[in-house]
T-cell receptor, first 114, second 115 residues
Framework: AQSVTQLGSHVSVSEGALVLLRCNYSSSVPPYLFWYVQYPNQGLQLLLKYTTGATLVKGINGFEAEFKKSETSFHLTKPSAHMSDAAEYFCAVSAGNQGGKLIFGQGTELSVKP | EPEVTQTPSHQVTQMGQEVILRCVPISNHLYFYWYRQILGQKVEFLVSFYNNEISEKSEIFDDQFSVERPDGSNFTLKIRSTKLEDSAMYFC?????????????FGPGTRLTVL
């Protein structure tokens, strides 16, 4: 069975500050890991994903995440927050040997203060 | 840029009524999914669909739920007799390929309110 835990349902940062959104996963098979972002009244948009290979993954809008197997983590970071980053962020895991269903964390709402 | 669309954006219904939520996946995609998110809870997988049949379904997807691809473009989720606990945001998604590492493209969702 797979599961995802996102620490912090709400994170607030100042514009220009580091963004760190935490995600830990549990998986009995090698996981595929995703971060999705949801802006108000829109669908979930893929930020980045890890499948195999390099453990530091770069995504859109300056975000990146590092897969750490030993810590079962896939934290999302961005060096400098922008007002437009305010949104809900979802971490998700999928098993490579299954049909692709995504198991989501509870989401973290990111607020950016001017 | 191709996108997944969903209609309606918001549906209000009475308990016990049937509802059909509609989705138009990206045109060259072959794999389709429904997820839902009850307010304040996680996004949950409901069902995946490929080649006109269900590939996988969750425990949530009981006999009250059904999916269909009635033509070459639409993908629908039907709830036969709605319950209060069916109130949620329902997301449709599609992907070009199957398998855990492939990106799923999500629609904006349909908010279902059961009274």
């Amino acid at each position: 069975a797979q599961s995802v835990t996102q620490l912090g349902s709400h994170v607030s940062v100042s514009e220009g500050a580091l963004v760190l959104l935490r995600c830990n996963y549990s998986s009995s098979v090698p996981p595929y890991l995703f971060w999705y972002v949801q802006y108000p009244n829109q669908g979930l948009q893929l930020l980045l994903k890890y499948t195999t290979g390099a453990t530091l993954v770069k995504g859109i809008n300056g975000f990146e995440a590092e897969f750490k197997k030993s810590e079962t983590s896939f934290h999302l970071t961005k060096p400098s927050a922008h007002m437009s980053d305010a949104a809900e962020y979802f971490c998700a895991v999928s098993a490579g040997n299954q049909g692709g269903k995504l198991i989501f964390g509870q989401g973290t709402e990111l607020s950016v203060k001017p | 840029e191709p996108e997944v669309t969903q209609t309606p954006s918001h549906q209000v219904t009475q308990m016990g009524q049937e509802v059909i939520l509609r989705c138009v996946p990206i045109s060259n995609h072959l794999y389709f999914y429904w997820y839902r998110q009850i307010l304040g809870q996680k996004v949950e997988f409901l069902v995946s669909f490929y080649n006109n049949e269900i590939s996988e379904k969750s425990e949530i997807f009981d006999d009250q739920f059904s999916v269909e691809r009635p033509d070459g473009s639409n993908f629908t989720l039907k709830i036969r007799s709605t319950k209060l606990e069916d109130s949620a945001m329902y997301f449709c998604a599609s992907s070009a390929q199957r398998g855990g590492g492939n990106e799923q493209f999500f629609g904006p969702g349909t908010r279902l309110t059961v009274l």
